[in-house]
Each structure stands twice: as structure tokens, then as C-alpha cells.
């Protein structure tokens, strides 16, 4: 079965960086996009950003543009979010999720998220 | 950006009660909608797709309807289960964006 698990969350003070990891399982990981979402607490689902399944599109919610990196490896079946210069308003817990396609919108299609992680909180705090 | 505004962010309902939550777009997504449920602590769970679409394993008490711009996701009798929070979310651009969430809770 599909199996979605993240890693890395943490306290981080602002300003620094944190690097999250989601490892895949149960399917072919090389295969499908993967996407960030995050929930800070008590609020509602904000998407962070995609990667298409070969690494070579990725985009970012405006709210991360510059700071956040996605990035995958295939042969790992892992899933990373580099996060930089965070703020205290990065504070959420964040989710991997896999996309239903590729994880680009081609030819007017977008897909939706059919398996998620349990998630990773990260605290942004001095 | 799209954006999704769900109605209402909160409902109080009985077990076997009929449950409509609405879901409204701020421009049309055709029927690239989908609908995911939430418990507290847990990650979201896609129940629908493509507005009417029933995920495989998913009860078949829920369903959704709508296109264009307004959505709903029903709930035929509510059973314990069912409380939790839900979320629209569009795929049909990026990038993708949710309803800000409804919260059904026992009344």
C-alpha cells in the first residue's frame, strides 16, 4: 500500500534553514508528482509547492518563492523541501502529498492529491 | 489565483442527519474539484474527485455534484465517523488552492 513518511521537523529559530524528507513507498515513485502542503495550527490546508515526476518542473506557492526548494531522488524514492530564512509564519505542519499525474498541468489538466503523510511540524521560534 | 470559499465553516448536525456543505470558486474550474476529509491530528483523506467522482473504499454516503462554480459535497446520514472537518480544493490551474474549511461537529 501506499506509504507516504516525513521527517525532519523541528524548532528552527528565525532565519535559519531546515530540510524536510517524505519517503515513498507502495508505488512507483518515479512516476508521479509530489507536492507540499502545509497547515499552521489550528488553520486551514495552504499549498507550498509541486514537482513534476522527473525533477525537471517544479513550482512554489508566492508566499515561499526564493526560500523553499523541492527536490527529489528517484533512485531514494524521497522527496525533500529545503526551507530557508524561515519565519515565524512558516510554523505549520507540513505534509507531503502525491500527485494523481505527473505533477505539472499539461494540456489544461492539473491533478489532485490521492495519498498523503502524516506530516512533520515545524516551529519557526526564538 | 482561485480562490475557494466554503459554507459554512461550521456545522452542527445528529447522526443520521442529511449534511450539505457548499463549496464556491472564484472562477470556473469545470468539474476539477476535489473534496478531502480531516480528522484532528491526521492527514486529509481524499473522498472525491473531478466533483462527483467516490474514491475507491470511500462510503458510498458521500457524494458531490456541481460545475462551473459552485460545488457540494453531501453526506446522506452522518455516522460517528463522519465528524470531522472538510476541504474543497481546486486542481484546476495552479496553484492549487482549498476552501478554508468545514467543521462538523456534533450537535
Known amino acids: 500500500q501506499v506509504q507516504l513518511v516525513e521527517s525532519g521537523g523541528g524548532v528552527v529559530q528565525p532565519g535559519r534553514s531546515l530540510r524536510l524528507s517524505c519517503a515513498a513507498s507502495?508505488?512507483?515513485?518515479?512516476?508521479?508528482?509530489m507536492h507540499w502542503v502545509r497547515q499552521a495550527p489550528g488553520k486551514g490546508l495552504e499549498w507550498v509547492a509541486v514537482i513534476s515526476y522527473d525533477g525537471s518542473n517544479k513550482y512554489y506557492a508566492d508566499s515561499v518563492k526564493g526560500r523553499f526548494t523541492i527536490s527529489r531522488d528517484n533512485s531514494k524514492n524521497t522527496l525533500y523541501l529545503q526551507m530557508n530564512s524561515l519565519r515565524a509564519e512558516d510554523t505549520a505542519v507540513y505534509y507531503c502529498?502525491?500527485?494523481?499525474?505527473?505533477?505539472?498541468?499539461?494540456?489544461?489538466?492539473?491533478?489532485?492529491?490521492?495519498?498523503w503523510g502524516q506530516g512533520t511540524l515545524v516551529t519557526v521560534s526564538s | 489565483d482561485i480562490q475557494m470559499t466554503q459554507s459554512p465553516s461550521t456545522l452542527s448536525a445528529s447522526v443520521g442527519d442529511r449534511v450539505t456543505i457548499t463549496c464556491r470558486a472564484s472562477q470556473s474550474i469545470s468539474s476539477w474539484l476535489a473534496w478531502y476529509q480531516q480528522k484532528p491530528g491526521k492527514a486529509p483523506k481524499l473522498l472525491i474527485y473531478k466533483a462527483s467522482s467516490l474514491e475507491s473504499g470511500v462510503p458510498s454516503r458521500f457524494s458531490g455534484s456541481g460545475s462551473g462554480t459552485e460545488f457540494t459535497l453531501t453526506i446522506s446520514s452522518l455516522q460517528p465517523d463522519d465528524f470531522a472537518t472538510y476541504y474543497c480544493?481546486?486542481?484546476?490551474?495552479?496553484?492549487?488552492?482549498f476552501g478554508q474549511g468545514t467543521k462538523v461537529e456534533i450537535k
Open positions: 502529498a502525491k500527485d494523481k499525474g505527473v505533477g505539472y498541468c499539461t494540456g489544461g489538466v492539473c491533478y489532485y492529491f490521492d495519498y
Open positions: 507502495g508505488f512507483t515513485f518515479s512516476s508521479y508528482g
Open positions: 480544493q481546486q486542481y484546476n490551474s495552479c496553484p492549487w488552492t
